[in-house]
């Protein structure tokens, strides 16, 4: 029973910290972010790919929404209230400051890796 209770409370931690809405979630739901937080050296490696970006909360948010919504250029600049302009700025300083590349493909994986990462570093 300890043992559920546990990573009941590690899931709601892992839920919160990805930006998922409130609710009841299983692990099923949060699989990836799950591992992707778990103690250990490539946690810190990945949370510090997107060091640079720290004190720059607008970068930061840029990124959260523009992954949270799918990658769309125009409905992620509504989101922030930015004209699409500002967003393709910000997401290049972004790729500059951390040579991660959010718009492309190739990066996509380790974009998102890291920013699970460094939510954990802020949030768990």
């Known amino acids: 029973m300890r043992d559920g209770a546990r990573l009941a409370g590690e899931v709601r931690k892992v839920a919160q910290a990805s930006g998922r809405p409130p609710g009841l979630y299983r692990l099923a739901d949060v699989l990836l972010e799950y591992q992707l937080t778990r103690p250990g050296p490539a946690l810190t490696q990945l949370s510090s790919l997107l060091a640079p970006l720290a004190g720059k909360p607008e970068l930061l948010e840029t990124l959260r929404a523009y992954l949270s919504g799918g990658m769309d250029r125009r409905s992620t600049a509504e989101r922030l209230s930015v004209h699409p302009n500002t967003l393709d700025y910000r997401l290049r300083r972004i790729t500059a400051l951390t ?10 994986a380790r974009v998102h890796a ?8 802020e949030n768990l």
């Open 114 to 121: 890291a920013l699970t990462a460094y939510d954990a570093h």
């Open 99 to 108: 040579g991660l590349d959010a718009t492309r493909p190739a990066d996509l």
